[in-house]
């Protein structure tokens, strides 16, 4: 029997915590909110975030966050309430105004926004970009159905595809690869779809699924063309989130408020619902209290987007209803050092 020397056991138990998702935290800077008016939040994108607000008046201003301060997302004259939903790191913005009460698809290109023809409908349009300046999303086709569809900057629209029994199909995400996540409405239900160079493909998770089904909520890709999806089902035993890979579809939350907000490229995913859980990471879900944030758990936050290199947006609610927020930046996992370190007293132990 070989026994570990106490610094062994406090590396290899510094080790172990570290296996959970550990954070530094760098907050954001405040932002006055105007007397009469409720924030609008949005995403992260590149090391920002999208916020703004929206006054009585229905005017609105529409920012994007940075540890450094904050930008103005230019607005659209004639137009309230603008969102900005994502981005690119190049200026490219999807979002959706407010015109006479009726809710258009906007494209900021290259900074520029312009209250778009193609992206009209009322409940998808445009929600997407990616590095390749190619929006993703939904329009009304000529028969009046609603068809996923993707967009250059010059504004060239394509049509994608969909199964033959589909109702309507509507785009949600789009990678650097212009793979294109979404879902589709058939004759039989809700199915989760995807598109890689224009080639359709769908999952139907079991014969019970369909029937079952009210809808599919969410459908989030990353660099690897790893997906996942939110299943709303008066099944229990269907109802909740899944993880689309090459292996298959996977069900990795359960519950019918298992949302995903978001997925970083290393598989880790924000979550909404699905009890108290936050994040997916690693197989395990965590509540915002089970995460290690600056060597220590308990903080109480609400995840709202994880960035692609797993950068955390979270926002904390104060007793007066203030909002304040802050990024939590992914701690490197513990050095070839201390793990070689680890070994090498084990090692010599087992000499003895």
Do not use: C, K
Not at 79 to 93: C, F, K, P, Q
Not at 136 to 158: I, K, P
Not at 163 to 176: C, E, H
């Amino acid at each position: 029997m070989y026994l570990l020397s106490g610094f062994t056991a406090l590396l290899l138990g510094s080790t172990a915590a570290l296996a959970q998702p550990a954070y530094r935290m760098t907050p954001l800077p405040s932002l006055p909110v105007p007397a009469g008016a409720y924030p609008v939040y949005g995403s992260l994108q590149g090391r920002g975030m999208f916020t703004g607000w929206v006054t009585d008046a229905g005017d609105g201003e529409q920012y994007i966050a940075e540890p450094t301060g904050f930008r103005l997302v230019p607005g659209v004259s004639g137009v309230s309430r603008v969102w900005a939903t994502t981005g690119n790191s190049l200026g490219d913005y999807v979002g959706s105004g407010d015109v006479a009460g009726e809710f258009r698809g906007i494209v900021w290109r290259n900074g520029a926004p312009t209250l778009t023809s193609e992206w009209t409908s009322g409940d998808f349009g445009a929600v997407d970009v990616n590095e390749q300046r190619v929006f993703a999303g939904g329009v009304l086709n000529a028969s009046g159905a609603m068809q996923a569809a993707t967009a250059t900057l010059d504004g060239t629209l394509t049509l994608l595809p969909s199964q033959q029994n589909a109702l309507t199909a509507w785009a949600t995400g789009i990678n650097n690869g212009g793979v294109v996540a979404g879902g589709s409405f058939t004759e039989d239900g809700p199915v989760p779809v995807r598109w890689s160079n224009g080639v359709f493909e769908q999952f139907v998770v079991s014969p019970n699924w369909q029937p079952h089904a009210a809808t599919l909520t969410g459908h989030v890709i990353n660099a690897s063309g790893v997906s996942a999806f939110g299943f709303y089902s008066d099944d229990p035993a269907e109802a909740g989130m899944y993880l689309w890979s090459l292996s298959g579809v996977q069900r990795i939350v359960e519950g019918n408020l298992a949302i995903p907000l978001g997925i970083s490229d290393a598989g880790d995913i924000a979550l909404f619902g699905g009890g108290p859980a936050q994040l997916w990471s690693n197989g395990q879900t965590y509540a915002s209290t089970d995460l290690i944030v600056d060597g220590q758990t308990g903080l109480d936050f609400v995840i709202g987007d994880i960035g692609a290199d797993g950068t955390l947006l979270v926002s904390f609610w104060a007793p007066d209803g203030a909002t304040t927020h802050a990024l939590l930046e992914v701690v490197p996992s513990p050095s070839g050092i201390a793990l070689g370190a680890v070994a090498a007293i084990t090692m010599m132990r087992r000499r003895r």
